[in-house]
Nanobody
Framework: QVQLVESGGDSVQPGGSLRLSCATSGVTFSSYSMNWYRQAPGKERELVAGIPSVGGSTNYADSVKGRFTISRDNAKKTVYLQMNSLQPDDTAVYYC???????????WGVGTQVTVSS
């Protein structure tokens, strides 16, 4: 059974930092590209950051470039999202997404809430 479990969401003040984690099981993690999406109330889900399964470059939404960093630990089967200089517009539910390199199959986590407010 495939599971993606996000953690690390919290409420922080503007300018603060959070580190999200997504622990996976039931997948050959190294064969999956990993992404973080977010969905704010009343808005569509948007891609925040992505990291390929092997090689290649990470990619980021323009709104988070220079503030967020995605990384992965294949040994721990975990992907991370380091978020710095958080702003109220970053408030959303953040979802972990895995995409099979060969199959294209997609899996989703249930999300973790990030709230940025003073």
């Amino acid at each position: 059974q495939v599971q993606l479990v996000e953690s690390g969401g919290d409420s922080v003040q503007p300018g603060g930092s959070l580190r999200l984690s997504c622990a996976t099981s039931g997948v050959t993690f190294s064969s999956y590209s990993m992404n973080w999406y977010r969905q704010a109330p009343g808005k569509e889900r948007e891609l925040v950051a992505g990291i390929p399964s092997v090689g290649g470059s990470t990619n980021y939404a323009d709104s988070v470039k220079g503030r967020f960093t995605i990384s992965r630990d294949n040994a721990k089967k975990t992907v991370y999202l380091q978020m710095n200089s958080l702003q109220p517009d970053d408030t959303a539910v953040y979802y972990c997404n895995a995409v099979g390199r060969w199959s294209g199959i997609r899996y989703w986590g249930v999300g973790t809430q990030v709230t940025v407010s003073s």
